[in-house]
Every structure is written in structure tokens, then in C-alpha cells.
T-cell receptor, first 112, second 113 residues
Framework: EAQVTQNPRYLITVTGKKLTVTCSQN?????MSWYRQDPGLGLRQIYY???????DKGDVPEGYKVSRKEKRNFPLILESPSPNQTSLYFC???????????FGNGTRLTVT | GDSVTQMEGPVTLSEEAFLTINCTYT??????LFWYVQYPGEGLQLLLK?????DKGSNKGFEATYRKETTSFHLEKGSVQVSDSAVYFC????????????FGRGTSLIVHP
């Protein structure tokens, strides 16, 4: 089954404790991206990748890092999480830049 | 830059009512347009799409027509069901330059029996 898998689904952590949210897709998609969803703000792109070893900033990259060492994986790293990064995060992939996005089921992160 | 504006919700309807959710956009170039749906506790999933002017996307009784002259992509359904209760996002994506698909803020739809 074609899917985007992100883990964990729920994560509670404390300020400053490094964390990684994993994302994997099995559709051989070139494009992958991370979004955060906040009430009243919709979806905002954090980082994206157009291919292996190619990543770039989206609209809200501050406080986040990503890597794309393999085509299928695109982890999101928070080196020093802060409470304003409490949000619902989605990983997504697509075949081309203007193709439909396939989303994971989300990771709800709470930073205290 | 590119932007998408969609009507604010929540939209509350009775079962079998007609639904319209307005969406307008601004974009450089020729975007592809999408409607995504998010059911509670889930990620977004594609509902329908249109890739060029006058195209009509349709799925599960929902329809939207790509209107270049009015830069709109309104979502419609003739008879909503309780199971259609969800958040709907209008979005656009372009093939040139950076890869930053643009989303509207989402419209919550609540359908009562």
C-alpha cells in the first residue's frame, strides 16, 4: 500500500531536549516536505526536498533541521525544542512539484 | 508570492443541503489546483484536482472548476452527508522554481443529521 509513515504519532517533551520525527515514503517520490498545522494559520511549510541531498527552507524553517540521505526518508530534527514549536506536524511527498501531495497521519508535539 | 484565500468556517449544514466553499488564488505562472480533506485525527488526503483552466475536478460527489478569469476554484456538492464533516483545504502548486505548495487556512464543515 502506497503510504507516508511518520513516527511517533504523539510526543511530549521538555524545552531543549533534542528530538527527531521520522518520515518514510514507499512511492519512490522525488519531493518530500514537512508542514506544521496550527489553529487559524492552516498549513505552513517548514522544509522541503526535491531530491536526495537537496533540501531548502520553506515558510517557517527557524528552529528545525532536516536531512535527505535516502530517497525514502526525510526526518525532521528539533535540536532545542521550545514551547512555540508545540504543533501538529505533517510529512508529505509527491511525484512532481505540481503533483498531489500524499500526507502522513501527523505527529502531535507538545513542548513544555 | 502565491496565495490562497478560502472562506472561513465553520460551515454548518443539515444533511442533504447544498455545499459551496469558496476559494480564490493568486499565483505567478500556471498553477495546478487542489482540494484536500482532513477527517478528524487524520492527515490530509486529496479530494480532487484540476491542472488547467476550465478543467473540472470531481470525486465522491464533490466538484470544482478551475476558473482562470476569476482565479477561483470553488468546491461544491449537491447533497452533503454527515460523513462529509471534515476540514477542507484549497491549495495550489506550480512546477517552476521553488517547491512550496500554498494552502488556504482550511474550512471546517459540520453536517447535522
Amino acid at each position: 500500500e502506497a503510504q507516508v509513515t511518520q513516527n511517533p504519532r504523539y510526543l511530549i517533551t521538555v524545552t531543549g531536549k533534542k528530538l527527531t520525527v521520522t518520515c518514510s515514503q514507499n512511492m519512490n517520490h522525488e519531493y518530500m516536505s514537512w508542514y506544521r498545522q496550527d489553529p487559524g494559520l492552516g498549513l505552513r511549510q517548514i522544509y522541503y526536498s526535491m531530491n536526495v541531498e537537496v533540501t531548502d527552507k520553506g515558510d517557517v524553517p527557524e528552529g528545525y533541521k532536516v536531512s535527505r540521505k535516502e530517497k525514502r526518508n526525510f526526518p525532521l530534527i528539533l535540536e532545542s525544542p521550545s514551547p512555540n514549536q508545540t504543533s501538529l506536524y505533517f510529512c508529505a511527498s509527491s511525484f512532481m512539484a505540481d503533483s498531489p501531495l500524499h500526507f502522513g497521519n501527523g505527529t502531535r508535539l507538545t513542548v513544555t | 508570492g502565491d496565495s490562497v484565500t478560502q472562506m472561513e468556517g465553520p460551515v454548518t449544514l443539515s444533511e442533504e443541503a447544498f455545499l459551496t466553499i469558496n476559494c480564490t488564488y493568486t499565483a505567478t505562472g500556471y498553477p495546478s489546483l487542489f482540494w484536500y480533506v482532513q477527517y478528524p485525527g487524520e492527515g490530509l488526503q486529496l479530494l480532487l484536482k484540476a491542472t488547467k483552466a476550465d478543467d473540472k475536478g470531481s470525486n465522491k460527489g464533490f466538484e470544482a472548476t478551475y476558473r482562470k478569469e476569476t482565479t477561483s476554484f470553488h468546491l461544491e456538492k449537491g447533497s452533503v452527508q454527515v460523513s462529509d464533516s471534515a476540514v477542507y483545504f484549497c491549495a495550489l502548486a506550480t512546477s517552476g522554481g521553488s517547491y512550496i505548495p500554498t494552502f488556504g487556512r482550511g474550512t471546517s464543515l459540520i453536517v447535522h443529521p
